[in-house]
Nanobody
Framework: QVQLVESGGGLVQPGGSLRLSCAAS????????MGWYRQAPGKQRDLVAA???????NVADSVKGRFTISRDNAKITVYLQMNSLKPEDTAVYYC?????????WGQGTQVTVSS
């Protein structure tokens, strides 16, 4: 079993920045691929960004150039630096981890971009 604990969400004004963190724990014996999805009210959950153990990234076009995903393998932690936030970035952000054929999800953290 893998547990994911997210932190760093909140309320920010348009143009502001936030950094999300997600720490994995549990029965982990190799470095998993980790990433972030988001889900706005009434919409499907979409990929924001993902990063492999080797550091290869996949970033959604809607956030490219504004959001950066990174990781600390020693801590099994993934980060999402979000800059130039827009109201349309408002959503619940979920951390995810793909490990040994299973997908694990965090509880979600709310990000609200509003003036």
């Amino acid at each position: 079993q893998v547990q994911l604990v997210e932190s760093g969400g909140g309320l920010v004004q348009p143009g502001g920045s936030l950094r999300l963190s997600c720490a994995a724990s549990g029965s982990i014996f190799s470095i998993p691929t980790m990433g972030w999805y988001r889900q706005a009210p009434g919409k499907q959950r979409d990929l924001v960004a993902a990063i492999t153990s080797g550091g290869s990234t996949n970033v959604a076009d809607s956030v490219k150039g504004r959001f950066t995903i990174s990781r600390d393998n020693a801590k099994i932690t993934v980060y999402l630096q979000m800059n130039s936030l827009k109201p349309e970035d408002t959503a619940v952000y979920y951390c995810t981890c793909a490990y040994r054929g299973n997908d694990y999800w965090g509880q979600g953290t709310q990000v609200t971009v509003s003036s």
